[in-house]
């Protein structure tokens, strides 16, 4: 080869490779501006890693260049971008109308113990041109939730979330030492209270897997059914204490918009059927849904959208509350006992796509209070509930005077007995959803508030 050849071909090399140094240089000195750094991911739903403190024994040890690292890959500028990116790159590999982002959860075998059934929802608490089914169907034919198929391969991926067709579902798993323990914290607490005239509910909500997807395809998603757990959670738990089969109440409207595709969350519509259930089991009157005013919200696109293996093949959700009717308002508390007004349902139309389930009740707080003045001598309740019981909340102000809500994860004023001692109630009300109460951490905070 000649030397002109030589020199050219050393010419374009290193033409290609200056741009590519200048670059990444570029992107270097980015990623170490500070503001430019993100702290939260919206898509992950989650806080991100923050600048470690420096200590002596971090230092020594190696954990505090560790964190460095961990915080500089975490907070990358630009990192919700670069995920999508490669995530839409991902999802053109190939498709399956069945996949699977992570592992599938360990679960047992549900003991089939003898449970006092609940009777469903009646038909005249139904919405208004709809009917409710008074038995449970357990055969595929006739199922109205989503088609699974019969002998669909299942492709594995990276992260917990199954997706059938343009819907993506939580997996759950069933552990009988921690609904036993679940029964045992309600059943206790129930005991506790019974001398004080107060009723005690379990009324655990049901995830979307378990409600639209049939029974006999869940075994090959080493998915436990929800109507076993619910059933065996209930049966081990005393007389003292109403049991809702909320399971029972969903079924029926499986063919309807009661869970959204994009998020581990019930609709609001979904919420309304359990909230009928309770009424049904307390001897309550149950507001038609016809009564309540719809409310558009828009589009959502909740927290499965970018777990799910192929997110480009989900459909995004509509939001849509349920309000009540009456003289309502609502306050909420922090945990240092300090108070703000807030809106039962606030308008979320303008805000993020990802944001919109915030619309029901300001969403996660310790404590909040909402009074219904427009029935004043209701009876009051507290309703024990994670993030699934926002949408429910709304439904209780309809038939209670007063309705503290009080969230689990995050209520640390004092104890639900001392708390029941300064307020007026008269039912308290468990609705934590079925995948917190096969937890160590869901049943840690429950024993922790009832104790």
Not at 291 to 307: A, C, I, P, V
Request: aromatic share 12%.
């Amino acid at each position: 080869m000649s030397d002109k050849k030589q020199e050219k071909k050393s010419g374009n090399g290193l033409g290609l490779v200056i741009p590519f140094l200048v670059v990444l240089g570029v992107l270097t000195v980015v990623s170490f501006i500070l503001p430019l750094r993100p702290t939260q991911s919206q898509m992950e739903k989650r806080n991100l890693a923050e600048f470690p403190e420096f200590s002596l024994e971090a230092l020594v040890s190696g954990d505090y260049f560790d964190d460095i690292s961990t915080w500089f890959s975490d907070t990358f500028p630009g990192r919700e971008q670069w995920l999508s990116l490669s995530r839409s790159i991902s999802s053109l590999h190939g498709y399956s109308e069945i996949s699977i982002a992570g592992d599938l959860p360990v679960t047992m075998e549900v003991p089939q113990e003898p449970v006092t059934p609940v009777s469903t929802l009646p038909p005249e608490t139904a919405p208004e041109g709809e009917t409710a089914e008074p038995t449970v169907p357990t055969e595929t034919e006739g199922w109205g939730g989503v088609d699974a198929g019969e002998d669909a391969d299942i492709e594995m991926g990276s992260n917990a979330v199954i997706q059938i067709g343009d819907a993506a579902f939580n997996a759950v798993g069933f552990s009988q030492h921690y609904s036993d323990e679940y029964a045992e914290t309600v059943t206790a607490f129930a005991e506790a209270v019974k001398d004080s005239g107060i009723t005690v509910v379990s009324a655990p909500s049901p995830t979307a897997v378990g409600i639209l997807i049939e029974p006999e395809f869940l075994d090959k998603l080493n998915c436990a059914r929800q109507d076993e757990m619910i059933g065996y959670m209930h049966s081990q738990m005393g007389d003292t204490v109403v049991k809702v089969d909320t399971y029972a109440a969903l079924v029926p409207h499986n063919d309807e918009y009661i869970y959204f595709r994009t998020d581990h969350h019930w609709t609001a519509r979904g919420a309304y059927y359990s909230y009928a259930a309770i009424c049904e089991a307390l001897g309550y009157d149950v507001t038609p849904l016809k009564d309540f005013t719809e409310w558009d919200q828009g589009e959502f696109e909740g927290s499965l959208y970018w777990k799910a293996s192929n997110p480009r093949r989900l459909t995004l959700d509509t939001l849509i509350a349920y309000v009540p009717q009456g003289d309502i308002t609502m306050t909420i508390y922090n945990n240092n006992g300090y108070g703000y007004e807030g809106e039962l349902i606030q308008d979320m139309t303008e805000r993020e796509t990802n944001a919109k389930y915030s619309a029901f009740i300001c969403s996660d707080n310790p404590l909040t209070e909402i009074t219904n003045a427009s029935i004043p001598e209701g009876p009051s309740c507290v309703l024990i509930k994670d993030s699934f019981g926002n949408a429910l909340a709304p439904f209780l102000a309809q038939t209670y005077h007063k309705v503290y809500v009080v969230d689990y994860r995050k209520f640390t004023q004092t104890t639900l007995r001392w708390f029941l001692k300064e307020h007026e109630v008269d039912d308290v009300i468990f609705a934590p959803y079925v995948i917190a109460t096969q937890s160590i951490d869901g049943n840690r905070l429950f024993g922790s508030l009832c104790r």
